[in-house]
């Protein structure tokens, strides 16, 4: 029997399933200091989302581990070089909310150039501010992925269906991905600004990712769909915060360089509340709710249960990221 620690939360079904393949499951929130202070010490794994973070003083002091699971796609809250020191597998579950986020970056990106959010603000107050809310359509423009995995692709599928032109940024990625789904592939993600007016964001966030949305390549954008619409500006971020340089697209929102901006994710998270991004009318977020539907929220517990439980037996696991 193994003993684990779901410290993040869980979906009821996974934990009943991990339970059901003869592990102890331990359900519960372990504060940081108490986790630098050895409290998992006598766990053989810990399932994580993105609220706990596994740093090396934290992984040093957790003798025993053998396993690191995250119910989700990001590892940029666990130290994935002390873990391999230490000799623990880290498994992840990249695939269970790839619908969930795909649907998520298509609203955000309609509520932008269809002024959702600040009609939803001014009807709420009163008001009937129709010649205002003029929007725009997403056909006929061009879309750029800074990133193109499974939710970019997923993403592009349905843009497509709205009529959008596809362009994409991915060093990372064989060309051929792209081109399958009739995208435009770029060498340089600065092309990719000045190409297109609409831009998502679907990388990790790393060294060199960090501010890659920045005041430099905000000024490339071309304000001027392909259609010959003056559609502005727009940004969508569902990945990682930390990509967009919240300060220099809140100077492009005030300047007009930039129309709208969308984020999901932040820099520092929970947002600050006085963050004066959040008062701008160009602006609208949610709480990194990307994976926080129903159907995910089964999935990835599923998914991260067996990679888990796969990784505590010996046997090989496709999700393994360390």
Not at 80 to 94: D, M, S
Not at 227 to 243: K, L, S
Request: aromatic share 4%; proline share 2%.
């Amino acid at each position: 029997m193994a003993r684990i620690a779901v410290v993040d939360g869980m979906d009821s079904q996974a934990v009943k399933h991990l339970e059901s393949l003869g592990n102890e499951v331990v359900e519960g929130f372990i504060k940081k200091e108490m986790l630098e202070y050895g409290a998992l010490q006598g766990f053989d794994a810990i399932i994580v989302r993105s609220a706990t973070k596994l740093t090396e003083q934290v992984i040093s002091e957790s003798k025993g581990l053998k396993v690191i699971g995250r119910a989700g796609v990001g590892v940029d809250n666990i130290d994935l070089n002390a873990a391999t020191e230490a000799g623990i597998i880290v498994v992840n579950a990249p695939r269970a909310s790839t619908k969930s986020v795909v649907e998520l970056t298509i609203a955000h990106l309609l509520a932008s150039t269809r002024k959702l959010a600040v009609s939803n603000q001014s009807l709420k107050a009163g008001l009937w501010e129709k010649k205002l809310m003029s929007g725009s359509e997403i056909s006929g423009k061009r879309l750029g992925f800074v990133g193109f995995g499974r939710i970019a692709q997923g993403v592009a599928m349905m843009a497509k269906a709205f009529g959008m032109e596809i362009h994409a940024y991915d060093p990372y990625l064989p060309n051929q991905i792209a081109e399958q789904l009739g995208a435009h592939v770029h060498d340089d993600v600065d092309d990719l600004f000045r190409m297109c007016t609409h831009i998502t964001i679907h990388c990790n966030l790393t060294e060199e990712t960090y501010h890659l949305v920045n005041a430099q390549r905000l000024a490339l954008m071309p304000q001027l769909g392909k259609d010959g619409v003056a559609c502005g500006n727009h940004i969508v971020n569902c990945a990682r915060g930390g990509i967009v340089d919240e300060e220099a697209a809140l100077a492009a929102l005030e300047s007009g360089e930039l129309t709208t901006l969308a984020l999901d994710v932040f820099e520092v998270e929970p947002v600050d509340p006085e963050n004066p991004l959040l008062q701008h009318s160009g602006f609208h977020g949610t709480p990194h709710i990307g994976a926080a539907t129903l159907e995910a929220q089964v999935r990835v517990g599923m998914d991260i249960a067996d990679a888990v439980n796969a990784a505590l037996i010996g046997e090989d696991i496709a999700t393994r990221v360390a």
